[in-house]
DNA sequence: AAACTATATACTTGATAAGGAATATAGATT
DNA sequence: AATCTATATTCCTTATCAAGTATATAGTTT
């Protein structure tokens, strides 16, 4: 059942952060490493766990692999993420997650067009 | 973060089938035995493990041990469970327990009065 | 109190996952 | 071709979980 490939997704902090980040437009591996501050080998681990498990897709850009949400999600994984995105404002670590999204905006814009 | 002891109940499939028949109502987990068609150890442990993580509260009748959906669900659960419903409904699985448990309703009503 | 019923717990085994360290690969630059 | 950068993979260790078998507990009936 593909509906539980998604929940197992679901459960892992570092997981829902970058879904969660992910759902506001497509971002390279670097990028996720500074938003989350967090070491290369987990990110990019984590990003091959949802690829495997198709919550994600990516592509690469030169030197950069592109990650971004699939462009068309299942009717499970659409309802899934507009539940996370619903339930994610309540928490601090997401809104934060966006805020330095924010702020890092720019630089990235600079960095290369994604898509 | 109790979202991810949340999702972390959702990631099997037992689990889920014992979920999605609370949401009909309350039950003992003799009847979710003769429901899912697993051993007692099974149910007991997923139900155990349910209502350590809050998705589930038990209260004692008699023999029975009744179990059911928080009265006052979190904003999250309640996203959550209303998400699983939405999704359930694409599988047979899901659908073929609420038939049996229709089917069961009239037996479940005579052995005594959940609640 | 003995037997019975419904449910829970302990123990064991095999599978999966998470995190870190080190290393490999693909593409870009010099 | 040598080097650099971004990312992926491998190996290792530790923790968690699922399922089954056997056993314990709580409450009920005789």
Redesign the interface.
């Known amino acids: 059942?593909n509906?539980?490939r998604i929940?197992?997704c679901?459960?892992?902090?570092t997981r829902?952060r970058l879904l969660h980040i992910l759902t506001q437009g497509p971002l390279c591996v670097c990028h996720f490493q500074a938003l989350l501050g967090e070491p290369q080998v987990k990110i990019s681990k984590h990003l091959a766990y949802l690829r495997q498990r198709g919550l994600v897709e990516a592509k690469r850009e030169g030197n950069w692999m592109i990650y971004a949400l699939p462009a068309k999600p299942s009717?499970?994984l659409a309802?899934?993420l507009?539940?996370l995105q619903?339930?994610?404002g309540?928490?601090d670590?997401f809104k934060r997650d966006l805020a330095r999204l924010k702020k890092l905006a720019p630089q990235i814009a600079a960095d290369g067009p994604p898509g």
């Open positions: 059942m509906l539980i929940y197992e679901l459960c892992d902090l829902l009717r499970e309802a899934n507009a539940c619903d339930c994610a309540e928490h670590v």
